[in-house]
């Protein structure tokens, strides 16, 4: 089959890799039906040191499942299905706890000797615990939309909750990749009043707009924090959804939350220790946040694609093949594209 392998910095190839097979009992086999590239991918593709065996790409995907193991008793032969990024039992305390990405089973799609999801086809763990059968056919018009519960939208809504948006917050968003914006879309559908979108692409803006963005900042650093106390009556916002994972991002994020307010940070951090550890203190300030527990929120958020009352799929404004991987990641790293989705 082909599958996506990256070398190092910006060189992305679709090679042939040997067919995925179960080798346990709790696996499945899917094939791929749609897939696509993440914000995340880019961080390799811009700082991967050279390697010979290349890293495997990819970790959102729906599918259609072409055989499962001896005890895998829940997912079926035949169901489309959506993989969430990360594995997991279902069946640990964390699972039940409704944190799936700290199972004592968990592992990364693409990461620890796992095959991406940019592939034709992939091999699954703990299938039962994993995949999340959706009661849709492969030629489903919702697919885009149905795809982000793999990763995006799933993450924007645990910003969300972290952040604990509820009905009449003030809510900002800092960061306007398709993250950032499922975050739009989960604030508004939590009910907050006002939700400030904090990036500066023209085109991503407008999107956020229509998910229900209300005011738009485009300054950045110690403007942008007076920009925001500005619209929110100079006291900053209740709930910070940080969708980027730098040191700036998040002492901006800190700055902007009012007194009492909480920062849900999901952008994989780039820095080691979180800034602005006075201003969170002295401010009543909770930070939190973390790896998206996406397979937990699948159910709640399905209902509302299914039904039409949201539409993250619209984050993707490009379609590609397998073959066309390695341009799609070249896009998204000019920002040409905002999500580009893949169909092997
Ligand atoms: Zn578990």
Request: aromatic share 4%.
């Amino acid at each position: 089959m082909r599958a996506t392998i990256m070398y190092g910095a910006g060189d992305v190839r679709v090679e042939n890799v040997p067919d995925p097979s179960i080798l346990e009992p709790t696996d499945a086999i899917m094939r791929v039906v749609r897939a696509c590239i993440c914000g995340s991918d880019l961080w390799p593709y811009n700082d991967m040191a050279k390697s010979e065996t290349g890293q495997s790409m990819g970790h959102e995907a729906i599918g259609v499942v072409e055989a499962v193991g001896n005890a895998v008793s829940t997912v079926k032969r035949g169901q489309v299905v959506v993989m969430p990024f990360a594995i997991s039992d279902g069946t640990c305390e964390f699972c039940k706890e409704g944190l799936p990405t700290a199972c004592v089973h968990v592992a990364f799609v693409g990461n620890g000797g796992m095959n991406g999801a940019q592939a034709e086809a992939l091999r699954i763990p703990f299938a039962d615990g994993t995949l999340y059968a959706l009661g849709v056919s492969e030629a489903d018009a919702r697919m885009p939309s149905l795809l982000t519960l793999s990763d995006v939208m799933g993450t924007g809504h645990h910003a969300a909750v972290v952040a604990r948006v509820a009905r009449g917050h003030r809510v900002a968003v800092v960061g306007d990749g398709a993250v950032g914006l499922c975050g739009v879309i989960a604030a508004k559908r939590l009910g907050a009043e006002q939700i400030i979108i904090m990036g500066r692409h023209p085109d991503r803006i407008a999107l956020a707009r229509a998910f229900g963005a209300t005011d738009v900042v485009s300054e950045r650093g110690a403007e942008a924090v007076e920009r925001v106390r500005e619209l929110t009556g100079g006291h900053g916002v209740h709930s910070v959804l940080e969708c980027v994972g730098t040191g700036d991002a998040t002492f901006t994020s800190v700055e902007i939350a009012r007194p009492g307010g909480a920062v849900g940070r999901v952008g994989v951090p780039h820095y080691e220790a979180i800034p602005g550890a006075q201003k969170t203190f002295f401010k009543n300030v909770t930070v939190g946040g973390g790896p998206a527990p996406v397979r937990a929120y699948i159910k709640e958020l399905l209902p509302d694609i299914l039904e039409g009352r949201i539409e993250p799929g619209r984050v993707f404004d490009r379609s590609i093949a397998l073959d066309g991987v390695p341009d799609g990641y070249r896009a998204m790293n000019k920002r040409e594209s905002i999500k580009v989705l893949v169909t092997p």
